[in-house]
């Protein structure tokens, strides 16, 4: 079938992108689904810094690629081996599709599932195919979902059912900033009723790790950031304190928590952002790190600080996730009025203003920008 969907074809575009236009609207051929596949239709897909980071050549992708990883959509057809969905289904895409044979999937760590990372190294679907065609050959796939299209074929492993009733640009934000953000929290760093928590840098994942963090139970919730329309969301959401990054925001956090958190999350996916969580971590505290900085990055640590504090520095990747059990989690959290994740969503867009959106975002203007495929162009 034919379809629409945003191509990237070369990286390194010179801003701004709505004019360079990296991401070109494409007409492109989509396959059938195959074995254990499925054919979603698109309705809402959310633009994220691990796309952009694609886009400015910093997380190198084989191209041509159909970017989008965070999205929800419809389920229209079904490939062989497919038998607990049905065309109707509501649907969320997670972005590392677990094989469910592996090491780490046998040891209930799907997120570090071996060859669903292998398949989003090589731009496939985890069983190896490439659905995505054009005029010249093939088309990528991004993270096993190319979502920014009309439609998208995916591994059924790919996917986690919703409930019909949340409506899909909603429901889009659990399959990415959510499932990272609030996963960081509850499962990577175990924040327990009472801790003190600070959370650096504040995208959509950063202030989803906020609301994670209140209802965890956290006592105090301290979000870092330079940017002031960002610290005076996360005061709307309910942080209890906000700190402008900077030199004086290590001495701000230990001073407001008298000595240090229990638990810091870096977010900005920066070294000097994670050298300044570790500060602001207590002795005997918890460093968390998910954010995603270019691939040559690296940290000097203090060992003896690290022995003799008993400090913990732990990587995060999904929110260390178990999709099919955290995201109903969340949306019934969200449900009931205890993870308002609809705050994070900036303004919605159609795909024909993508590049202008990844402008926001480069720019710090917005947390989460939802394309929308349910209302029109122009």
């Known amino acids: 079938m034919k379809i629409k969907a945003a191509v990237l074809r070369s990286v390194r575009a010179p801003l701004p992108y709505a004019d360079s236009r990296p991401l070109q609207i494409e007409a492109l051929e989509l396959d059938p689904p195959g074995k254990g596949e499925v054919l979603v239709r698109i309705v809402a897909a ?5 796309d952009l980071s694609v886009i400015n050549g910093d997380r190198p992708r084989i191209l041509p690629m159909a970017l989008g990883h ?12 497919v038998d607990d969905l049905a065309p109707g289904d509501h649907v969320v895409m997670v972005f590392m599709p677990s094989c469910g044979h592996c090491l780490p999937c046998a040891e209930g760590r799907p997120a570090l599932c071996a060859p669903g990372a292998a398949a989003n190294g090589a731009g496939t679907l985890l069983g190896n195919a490439v659905r995505l065609h054009d005029d010249g050959g093939t088309v990528h796939h991004h993270l096993g979902c190319s979502a920014f299209a009309t439609h998208a074929v995916v591994s ?12 899909l ?6 399959g990415c900033a959510v499932l990272t953000g609030v996963g960081a ?8 009723a009472g801790q003190t928590v600070a959370v650096i840098g504040l995208g959509g994942v950063g202030l989803a790790s906020v609301l994670g963090a209140l209802a965890a139970g956290a006592a105090q919730v301290i979000a870092v950031d330079l940017a002031d329309d960002k610290l005076a969301l996360a005061t709307r959401i309910g942080a209890t304190s906000v700190v402008k990054a900077g030199p004086g925001a290590v001495a701000a956090v230990r001073e407001l928590t008298a000595g240090g958190c229990d638990v810091v999350l870096e977010m900005a996916g920066s070294v000097r952002a994670l050298e300044s969580a570790v500060a602001m971590t207590r002795r005997g505290g918890t460093t968390v790190t998910a954010g995603l900085p270019p691939a040559d990055a690296a940290l000097a640590v203090n060992v003896v600080a690290l022995v003799a504090e ?18 109903p989690r969340y949306v019934a959290l969200y449900r009931a009025g205890r993870l308002p994740v609809d705050k994070l969503v900036s303004g919605y867009l159609t795909l024909d203003q993508i590049n202008a959106g990844f402008d926001a975002l480069h720019a710090g203007h917005a947390v989460r920008q939802i394309i929308r495929f349910d209302i029109p162009e122009g």
């Open 46 to 50: 959310g633009l994220c810094h691990s």
């Open 70 to 81: 965070e999205a929800a959509g419809v389920v229209e057809a079904l490939g062989s081996d």
């Open 156 to 167: 059924r492993r790919s996917l986690v059912k919703v409930d019909r009733d949340l409506p």
């Open 169 to 174: 640009h909603e429901a889009a934000l659990f």
């Open 185 to 192: 929290v509850v499962n990577t760093a175990n924040v327990k």
């Open 310 to 327: 008993e400090r913990t520095l732990k990587g995060s990747y999904i929110g260390t996730c178990v999709p099919t059990r955290d995201i």
